[in-house]
Nanobody
Framework: QVQLVESGGGLVQPGGSLRLSCAAS????????IGWFRQAPGKEREGISC????????YYVDSMKGRFTISRDNAKNTVYLQMNRLKPEDTAVYYC??????????????????????WGQGTQVTVSS
């Protein structure tokens, strides 16, 4: 059974940092591209980042580049999202998913889930003073 479990969310002050974890069970996570997404209240889900399975190449949407870093630890079967210089507008539920898709559009790089993406349950990140 494929399962993803996110953790590491919480309440943080503006300017602070969090590291989110996406732990996989039932499959080898390094066989899949893994993406991070988020959804704020009243807003559509948006892609953040994607890491390749084959070469570990990473992709970020432009608005997240420089503050967020995706990485993977294959030995721990876990993908991470390091988030720095957090802002109140980063408040959202953060999800990881398998099979992320990257699109280099006229509007910049986009990260999308695939039709067959498997999702975790999400972890809440709240940035507030």
């Amino acid at each position: 059974q494929v399962q993803l479990v996110e953790s590491g969310g919480g309440l943080v002050q503006p300017g602070g940092s969090l590291r989110l974890s996406c732990a996989a069970s039932g499959f080898a996570l390094d066989n899949y591209a893994i993406g991070w997404f988020r959804q704020a209240p009243g807003k559509e889900r948006e892609g953040i980042s994607c890491i390749n399975s084959s070469d570990g190449h990473t992709y970020y949407v432009d608005s997240m580049k420089g503050r967020f870093t995706i990485s993977r630890d294959n030995a721990k079967n876990t993908v991470y999202l390091q988030m720095n210089r957090l802002k109140p507008e980063d408040t959202a539920v953060y999800y990881c998913a398998t099979h992320c898709v990257v699109n280099d559009s006229d509007y910049g790089l986009e990260v999308w889930p695939a039709d067959n993406s498997s999702w975790g349950q999400g972890t809440q990140v709240t940035v507030s003073s």
